[in-house]
C-alpha cells in the first residue's frame, strides 16, 4: 500500500479483519504495519504512532465493532453521527473497545483538547 496522500486515508487492502487495528482517538481502521509505517492520518500530531510499536499498540485496538466506509465525509451524515465528518476519508469502526492511557489522555488535555471514548460507555 502507498503513503496516504492529503484527503485520502489508507484504506486496507487485502488485510484479515482480525489483523486490522482501529484508532482509539479517532476509529480509523489499518493495518498495525500501516500504522508503525505511516501514522494515524488523524490523530498522528497528536498521537504519534509512527514508527513506535509501543505507541500503536496503546493507542489502537484490535476489538472493534463494525467497519464503516466513508467516502465524502464532510456531506456524510453517518460521519457526523460517528464524528469523524473532520478527518479523512477510510475505513471507521463503528465503535472501539478500549481506551487510551491516562497518560495519553493527559498529553490530549495539556493541548487544549479533550478525549471522548469511542465505545460509546460515556466517559
Do not use: H
Amino acid at each position: 500500500m502507498s503513503a496516504p496522500t492529503e484527503g485520502t486515508a489508507a484504506i486496507p487492502g487485502n488485510a484479515r479483519s482480525k489483523q486490522l487495528r482501529a484508532c482509539l482517538l479517532c476509529s480509523i481502521v489499518q493495518t498495525p504495519a500501516d500504522f508503525k509505517r505511516y501514522g494515524c492520518p488523524n490523530c498522528e500530531e497528536i498521537l504519534q504512532l509512527k514508527s513506535s510499536p509501543d505507541r500503536i499498540l496503546s493507542c489502537t485496538s484490535g476489538q472493534f465493532d463494525g467497519i464503516i466506509a466513508v467516502i465524502d465525509p464532510e456531506n456524510s451524515w453517518v460521519a457526523r453521527w460517528q464524528r469523524t465528518s473532520k478527518y479523512v476519508r477510510g475505513m471507521y469502526a463503528a465503535r472501539v473497545t478500549g481506551r487510551i492511557p491516562y497518560e495519553v489522555e493527559d498529553e490530549i488535555a495539556a493541548q487544549g483538547l479533550s478525549y471522548r471514548a469511542r465505545d460509546e460507555t460515556g466517559e
